[in-house]
């Protein structure tokens, strides 16, 4: 079960690495070639989605059969054990969150910056009449 986590912790790097040197300034050529890039990984990485969706659907049927441990019958051992799967599911939880939203702010950037190349080319065209 673990695995599933550390593999949508590695996306969600290299998602937030992604992000963050779409935004970075740097020269025009530069960019057009890493956001066509970035561009052509999008569709398939797009499994990052459903994946993340199916985890909080798991952590959710997961709280929902969890045993409760609030009465004194439960000794503290038990309380500290349901206490931290409950951090951990909140933890995953932004996890999922997390991916997704990356996910959506690289779509929207790459298609941003296709728009702004268009958008140059229509004024070059424009200019050069």
Same mark, same amino acid.
């Given at each position: ?16 690495a ?5 935004t !970075? ?5 530069? @960019?057009? #070639?890493?956001?066509?890039?970035? *561009?052509?990984?999008?569709?398939? =990485? ?9 985890? !909080? ?5 997961? @709280?929902? #059969?969890?045993?409760?441990?609030? *009465?004194?019958?439960?000794?503290? =051992? ?52």
């Amino acid at each position: 079960m673990a695995l599933q986590w550390i593999i949508l912790t590695y996306v969600v790097a290299a998602e937030a690495a992604i992000a963050v040197l779409l935004t !970075l300034p740097s020269p025009k050529l530069l @960019k057009n #070639h890493f956001v066509s890039l970035i *561009s052509l990984i999008l569709q398939p =990485a797009l499994f990052i989605v459903p994946f993340s969706v199916f985890q !909080l659907l798991d952590i959710y049927w997961k @709280k929902e #059969h969890r045993l409760m441990c609030t *009465s004194e019958v439960c000794t503290a =051992a038990e309380r500290d054990r349901y206490e931290k799967s409950i951090y951990k599911a909140q933890g995953n939880v932004i996890l999922c969150v997390a991916a997704c939203f990356l996910y959506w702010c690289i779509y929207r950037i790459c298609k941003y910056q296709k728009e702004i190349q268009s958008l140059e080319e229509v004024e070059k065209r424009y200019k050069a009449q």
